[in-house]
C-alpha cells in the first residue's frame, strides 16, 4: 500500500517512530512496545475508499490517520501472562477527543495478514474499508488481532469466546496507555465513548467482548453501541445443526479449525489428534493450521464432505450426544445466556452461505425473551448476496447509527456536551476551587492553554471562547 498513489508522507518528528519504543511491563493491559507505520492522507484515503467500496457510498474524510502496531500484555487460559498485538489507527488532532471503536476483523488464517502486520492496506480491503471509513471520520480505530494470530508459535482460539475478551479488554487499555506516550504532533486524546463492532469471527468476537465488558469489566468501561455483525453466536444450536446437514461448505477449513481449536484450548496441546481424527488428518491438521496456510489452500486439501475427517464413532457421538466433549464446549461458547445492556445492533443477510442468519434471529429472540430492551435486529435482504458480499453494506449500515451516537470534544468542554458555554467555565472553575478529584479526559478538557495544568487562565480561555461563539 505504500506504493499506493504514492500520497502518504512521514513526518520528522513521526520518523522517531519507525523504531519500536519499549516499555516496562508487568499486568494485562499494559502496552509493552508500539511502532509508528504511516501518515495517510486525505486524497489517499478518498481514493482507498471509492477503490474498497466498490461504487458504494462512502462519506467525505474529515482527518488524515496515523497508524501504529503494537504489542501488549494479556493472559492465557491459565492466567499467566501473554503477549499481543494489533493496529491501532488514530484520526490526527492534538486539540480534539475522539471516541474509540473497537473492531474485531473476520477470520484470517495467515499470521502474515494479521492486522498489526498488514497495516491499512490494500491487501486487506476489511481492515482498509474500517480503518479509513471510520478513523477519517473521527474514531480511533483499533484492530485485535487476537490470540495467536501473526504469532507463529501459538495458535488462535479460534471461537473460544474468553480469548476474544481478553485480546480487547486488554488492548482498549493499552491504546489509552500510548496516548500518554505518544508526545507533539503525534499525541492524541480519548474521550469517554466506546464502541465496538466486527463482522463473521468479529461479530462473534464482538458479542464476547460486550459479554466479557458488561459481566465483568462495568466499573471501568461503559459501551457506548455495539454492531455485532454476521457472528456464529449460537454454536451449539444453529452451527451444529447446520455443520450436520452436510452443507456444501463454502469454506470447509471453519470445520477443523474450530475443533482443532477447542481441542487444544480445552485439553492442551499435547492432546492425541487420534482420539478425534482419522489417521491422516489427526497427523496433518496441526501443520494445516500452522499460521502458514491459507484458508483456500487448506480447502482444496480436505474431503468432499469435511466432516470424513473425524472418525465415525465421534461423529456417532457427536450427532447424538449433547453431553460428548465437543458439543460441550460448543454450548459453553454460545453467546445466548446473558443479557445484553448497550445498545446492541445485529445485522445479517439473509442469504449468507457461510454463516446462517438464524444466528443472529436466535441471538435477537433469546435476548429479548430474557428482558433486553435496547436489542435491534437488522436483516439485509438476498440482493445484498452471501456472507462476503454483505459485509461492507453491513458495516455502513452499522456506520451511519455509530455517527448517530458519536461525540468528538474539544478543550473546554467540561460538561461534554458538544458545546462551550458558561456553564463549563462554572463547572471549570468549581474544579479548580474545590480541587475534586477528575479524570485524566476530564483534566485535558480544563487545560485550554496546554501547560499540563488547569487555572484561571483556562477559565479566561473559555470566557473568550463564549464570547466569540456569541459574536
Known amino acids: 500500500f505504500k506504493s499506493f498513489i504514492g500520497m502518504i508522507s512521514i513526518n520528522r518528528t513521526a520518523l522517531l517512530f519507525l523504531v519500536s519504543f519499549s516499555i516496562v511491563s508487568s499486568e494485562p493491559g499494559d502496552l509493552v512496545s508500539f511502532n509508528y507505520q504511516d501518515n495517510i492522507g486525505l486524497a489517499t484515503i478518498e481514493a482507498g475508499l471509492i477503490f474498497a467500496g466498490g461504487g458504494l457510498g462512502f462519506p467525505t474524510p474529515a482527518y488524515t490517520i496515523s497508524t501504529y502496531d503494537i504489542k501488549y500484555q494479556s493472559q492465557n487460559s491459565n492466567g499467566s501472562l501473554d503477549t499481543l498485538s494489533g493496529l491501532v489507527s488514530i484520526p490526527n488532532s492534538t486539540t480534539l477527543a475522539f471516541p474509540i471503536l473497537s473492531y474485531q476483523h473476520g477470520t484470517g488464517i495467515l499470521d502474515e495478514e494479521a492486522p498489526s502486520n498488514m497495516g491499512l492496506s490494500l491487501s486487506n480491503l476489511e481492515i482498509l474499508a474500517v480503518g479509513f471509513l471510520g478513523t477519517s471520520s473521527g474514531f480511533i480505530t483499533i484492530f485485535p488481532d487476537y490470540e495467536g494470530v501473526g504469532d507463529p508459535d501459538s495458535y488462535h482460539p479460534y471461537h473460544v469466546k474468553d480469548s476474544y475478551i481478553r485480546a480487547v479488554v486488554h488492548m482498549i487499555k493499552a491504546v489509552k496507555q500510548l496516548s500518554e506516550e505518544l508526545i507533539g504532533e ?18 462473534y468476537a464482538t458479542l464476547a467482548a460486550q459479554s466479557g465488558i458488561e459481566l465483568n469489566h462495568s466499573d471501568e468501561f461503559n459501551i457506548t453501541a455495539s454492531f455485532p455483525m454476521a457472528g456464529a453466536y449460537d454454536l451449539s444450536g444453529t452451527m451444529v445443526e447446520y455443520f450436520l446437514s452436510e452443507p456444501v461448505y463454502e469454506n470447509p477449513y471453519y470445520v477443523p479449525y474450530v475443533l482443532t481449536s477447542h481441542i487444544w484450548y480445552y485439553q492442551g496441546l499435547d492432546t492425541d489428534l487420534n482420539m478425534y481424527f482419522v489417521p491422516y488428518w489427526a497427523e496433518n491438521l496441526t501443520s494445516l493450521y500452522d499460521g502458514t496456510h491459507s484458508g483456500s489452500e487448506i480447502n482444496n486439501s480436505l474431503p468432499d464432505n469435511v466432516l470424513d475427517i473425524l472418525l465415525d464413532s465421534v461423529l456417532v457421538e457427536f450427532t447424538n450426544n449433547e453431553d460428548q466433549f465437543l458439543r460441550q464446549t460448543l454450548a459453553e461458547n454460545t453467546l445466548l445466556n446473558w443479557v445484553p445492556i448497550s445498545p446492541t445492533y445485529l445485522y445479517h443477510g439473509i442469504a449468507d452461505d457461510q ?20 436489542v435491534y435486529l437488522e436483516l ?92
Open 186 to 203: 503525534e499525541r492524541f486524546q480519548y474521550n469517554n465513548q466506546l464502541f465496538l463492532a466486527g463482522y463473521s469471527e468479529g461479530g
Open 355 to 374: 454463516v446462517p442468519y438464524q444466528n443472529s434471529v436466535i441471538a435477537f429472540d433469546n435476548f429479548q425473551t430474557n428482558g433486553a430492551n435496547n
Open 380 to 471: 439485509l435482504p438476498e440482493t445484498t448476496g452471501g456472507h462476503t458480499s454483505s459485509a461492507i453494506p453491513c458495516f455502513l449500515s452499522a456506520y451511519s447509527l455509530m455517527t448517530d451516537y458519536q461525540n468528538i470534544h474539544q478543550k473546554g468542554d467540561i460538561d461534554e456536551d458538544g458545546v462551550i458555554t458558561l456553564i463549563d467555565q462554572a463547572y471549570l472553575s468549581a474544579m479548580i476551587i474545590n480541587d475534586f478529584e477528575i479524570t485524566r479526559f476530564q483534566s485535558w478538557l480544563g487545560d485550554c492553554n496546554y501547560d499540563e495544568k488547569s487555572n484561571v487562565f483556562d477559565l479566561l480561555m473559555i470566557s473568550d471562547i463564549v464570547l466569540m461563539e456569541e459574536v
